[in-house]
């Protein structure tokens, strides 16, 4: 019995489609207005997310570093 070409396999890994994994976990924060628009001003509600995470690393690593002195 021949094989059709639809029933080879080409590779045993399976595809991946679009963007990477982040490695993320959304949590929901709750802000006053005030302050999102503080942060809208300086850096743009496109990139609100990214400044509140880095400013959340920076915290971290200060109160870190506090704690080991």
């Known amino acids: ?3 059709e070409l639809t029933d080879l396999t080409i590779s045993n890994t399976p595809r991946r ?3 990477p994994p982040l490695h993320m976990t959304a949590t929901l924060v709750r802000f ?3 302050t999102l628009a503080r942060i809208d001003a300086l850096v743009g509600n496109k990139q609100r997310a990214k400044f509140i995470r880095e400013a ?3 915290k971290l690593d200060r ?3 506090e704690a080991k002195d």
């Open 32 to 34: 006053s207005e005030e």
């Open 63 to 65: 109160m870190e570093a």
């Open 56 to 58: 959340v690393e920076k």
């Open 1 to 3: 019995m021949e094989m």
């Open 17 to 19: 489609m679009g963007r």
